[in-house]
């Protein structure tokens, strides 16, 4: 991870993190979903940056499930300016929001992602808990679950705030 260094977001972050998803993902509008997360108390926001600009954010949305009090969070989005992937920066962020989530007492981390990136960043398991909307089929398998300091994973369904409550977002 060259010399980049991972921080919380700051308000002024917003407009150089929405021009990362764009070019991040190509064939994908997640600008909506971003600005909404960018702004939401649920969501813990962390970026990479160089020289204080960010070149890279992840999203973690603190959920819940209709059964029990299990503390969840949702990671997600991701993204890597492309002049910076697979350097190290997706694997910082994860592991950085993986720790603090850990020290606020979250349980499990979830993901729907690709399935082989996503082993390798500790999501070994497929999750238990079922997503708030019906999955695609082709993406069972990239419902994902890292469990953090907890050895039990959740069940029942996911119980998601307001950015999240669109079934497109899922299937
Ligand atoms: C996917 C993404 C977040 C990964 O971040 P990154 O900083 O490029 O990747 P990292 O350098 O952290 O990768 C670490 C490891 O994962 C591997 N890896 C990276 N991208 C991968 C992919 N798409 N599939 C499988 N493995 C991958 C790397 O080879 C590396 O392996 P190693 O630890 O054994 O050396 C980033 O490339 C990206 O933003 N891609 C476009 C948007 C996207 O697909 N987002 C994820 C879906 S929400």
């Not at 592991?95 to 082989?116: F, K, Y």
Request: one cysteine or more; hydrophobic letters at 40%.
């Amino acid at each position: 991870m060259s010399e980049a260094s991972i921080r919380l977001l700051k308000a002024d972050d917003g407009p150089t993190v929405l021009a990362i998803y764009p070019l991040a993902f190509p064939d994908e509008d997640l600008s909506k979903l971003v600005a909404k997360l960018l702004t939401d108390e649920n969501v813990l926001s962390l970026v990479a940056t160089t020289r204080e600009h960010a070149i890279a954010h992840a999203a973690f949305t603190r959920c819940g499930s209709t059964n029990g009090s299990a503390r969840l969070a949702l990671l997600g989005p991701i993204a890597v300016h492309p002049d910076h992937q697979r350097d190290g920066l997706g694997k910082g962020l994860i592991e950085d929001g993986a720790r603090r989530l850990s020290d606020q007492g979250v349980n499990e981390l979830l993901v729907l992602g690709d399935p082989d990136y996503y082993r390798h960043r500790g999501f070994d398991a497929p999750a238990s808990v079922s997503t708030p909307y019906p999955l695609k089929p082709e993406w069972a398998e990239a419902w994902r679950s890292r469990l953090l300091n907890f050895n039990e994973r959740a069940t029942g369904t996911l119980t998601v705030p307001k950015p999240w409550q669109a079934p497109e977002l899922w299937g």
